[in-house]
């Protein structure tokens, strides 16, 4: 009488330069690095009958890691545009779960959990510029983190004697990195920026949980729960 719904994402994005990379300038260097990921896990268990009993479950997660890296001792020996390090990381998970039952004697589950991991990391590493200065019109180290998540579970039973719990529970572990490395020596003629972002953002749409009985005797139990953290370092 249950069903269960798995939809699951691991990926790993890394653009990056070797070490000690000399570069004779006038142009932009760019090294960026993007992960997107989209999971949608959605489980329905309906059931008509005498003695109806079981859990829907549906979970989306996602694992990912997002790099961008000037390997150390870069040297660029003329003027040059824009040198930019962007490490950016956007996940979306969403589970939906719906149990129904509707025998004389029912009970139904219905458990919805998104959960999300992510490092990002943009670094311009050790000693660039070393023994000639970079010069660079603008000197960019962006590194961001969006975290979607949306659970929903619906637990509703018509019967005689019916009981139904709905369950949400959505968990966000996210580390954001952006950082120029010991000893750089750079001259900007317009800017230096070095940002890390970290962002959570609800993609729900309606009510969270929903739990409900219709029958003569019956309870119904709704509980939703939502874990996030995060740490942006500079």
Do not use: C
């Amino acid at each position: 009488n249950g069903a269960a719904a798995t939809a699951e994402n691991n990926s790993t994005v890394r653009a990056s330069t070797g070490e000690n990379v000399r570069l004779g300038g006038g142009g932009d260097l760019e090294v960026i690095a993007e992960n997107t990921t989209a999971q949608n896990a959605q489980a329905t268990g309906i059931t008509a009958g005498g003695l109806a009993l079981g859990a829907t479950v549906a979970t989306a997660s996602s694992n990912t890691r997002t790099e961008a890296v000037v390997g150390q001792g870069l040297r660029v020996d003329t003027a040059m545009g824009q040198l930019q390090v962007v490490a950016d990381g956007q996940d979306a998970n969403r589970a939906h779960s719906i149990a129904g039952t509707g025998g004389l004697i029912s009970g139904s589950a219905s458990v919805a959990t998104t959960d999300a991991g992510s490092r990002v990391n943009a670094l311009l590493g050790n000693q660039a510029g070393q023994g000639s200065a970079i010069n660079a019109a603008d000197v960019i180290v962006h590194a961001s983190q969006a975290s979607g998540y949306a659970g929903q579970a619906d637990s509703t039973s018509a019967s005689l004697a019916g009981a139904s719990g709905a369950a949400v529970i959505n968990r966000v572990d996210s580390h954001v990195d952006a950082a120029i490395g010991d000893g750089a020596v750079l001259w900007a003629g317009k800017s230096v920026s070095v940002r890390a972002d970290n962002q959570f953002n609800s993609l729900l749409d309606g009510a969270a949980v929903d739990a409900a009985a219709g029958g003569v005797l019956n309870g119904s139990a709704a509980a939703p729960t939502a874990g996030l953290h995060f740490t942006p370092e500079l």
